[in-house]
């Protein structure tokens, strides 16, 4: 008589459990949620922004390197190397990925001489 007792309240036991263990994870996937938004999905749109300014760097910008040190980019090396001119004279290599902020971009090649073109032609 005992025994038929001892199986009765496993049975009902067994039966709440799967509900009961889905509510006891459901607080861990809501901190995981809330890390997604807040902390991991900021973070990448960070490194993608960092990556295009990193690949739209050319020469003449001026930048600011990682470790402080303000310069005129000379080169853009393809190696992911850049020559950074600190001083008059004075040039160093440096990595792009290194680069933090550009300070001043230049215009392109083709679209400075477009406007000095049209420059020209009106003091003509």
Do not use: C, W
């Not at 459990?17 to 999905?41: A, C, K, N, T, W």
């Not at 160093?92 to 000095?116: C, F, I, M, N």
């Amino acid at each position: 008589m005992l025994v038929s007792t001892a199986f009765a309240q496993a049975a009902t036991g067994s039966a709440a459990s799967p509900g009961l263990d889905l509510m006891s994870f459901l607080p861990l996937i809501l901190i995981f949620v809330v890390f997604y938004f807040l902390l991991i999905r900021p973070q990448q749109k960070k490194l993608k922004e960092h990556k295009s300014m990193i690949d739209g760097l050319r020469r003449g910008d001026r930048v600011v390197t990682a470790g402080g040190i303000i310069g005129t980019v000379t080169r853009v090396g393809d190696n992911d190397e850049a020559i950074v001119e600190i001083a008059e004279g004075v040039r160093v290599r440096v990595l792009r990925s290194t680069v933090t902020t550009v300070l001043a971009k230049t215009e392109p090649a083709g679209r400075a001489a477009k406007v000095d073109d049209v420059g020209d032609d009106a003091k003509k």
